[in-house]
């Protein structure tokens, strides 16, 4: 799925102009380099989301979802793949499909953090509104980066529902 597919969040109504989100973020080699200002263009986050703070949810973010995929990384690394889009996959608009589902993990989860931590000091019953449609909001993104992650290691999805 592409990095447009995924669930949009626009932290404020206003047009704050966005700051200079500075030097893309590393991590190992396996993985490629996430641009802070690519990832609030696909998520549309204004300004009034500082660079700071994006910074701080995607490097967590990064932190997250290479957590949850190091054992399938070691076993691809014990393949011979130095970097993910070294791994055979299909290519779909001039990059690996893996490449796209790891980058669509991280800023879906990125996305839900700075969305359960932005609240209004508002306690009128707009902001309580607004509150729970980030709860929802972030819920939603939590979903699509663990579709993400499911997809790209290739393991099957399944939805159970206690009664």
């Known amino acids: 799925m592409q990095i447009n597919s995924i669930h949009t969040v626009n932290a404020t ?16 080699r396996f993985w490629p ?6 990832f609030r263009a696909a998520m549309r986050y204004d300004g009034t ?5 994006l910074r701080g949810a995607l490097v967590e973010a990064i932190v997250a979802v290479n957590g949850e995929l190091a054992g399938w990384r070691m076993v691809k690394i014990a393949g ?5 889009a070294d ?10 499909v893996l490449v796209q589902r790891w980058r669509r993990a991280v800023y879906a989860t990125a996305a839900a953090d700075l969305a359960e ?10 902001a309580l509104q607004r509150a729970e449609d980030l709860d929802d909001t972030a819920d939603q993104l939590r979903a699509d980066a663990r579709a993400a992650l499911r997809a ?3 393991v099957g999805r399944c939805t159970v529902e206690l009664i």
């Open 80 to 84: 011979g793949a130095l970097r993910l």
């Open 87 to 96: 791994i055979e996959a299909e290519q779909i608009d001039g990059e690996s």
């Open 49 to 53: 989301v500082t660079a700071a703070r």
């Open 117 to 126: 931590r932005y609240r209004s000091f508002d306690a009128t019953g707009a």
């Open 13 to 28: 109504p206003t047009s704050t102009p966005a700051p200079d989100d500075g030097q893309p973020i590393t991590s190992s």
């Open 33 to 38: 380099d996430i641009l802070p200002s690519h």
């Open 152 to 154: 790209l290691m290739g």
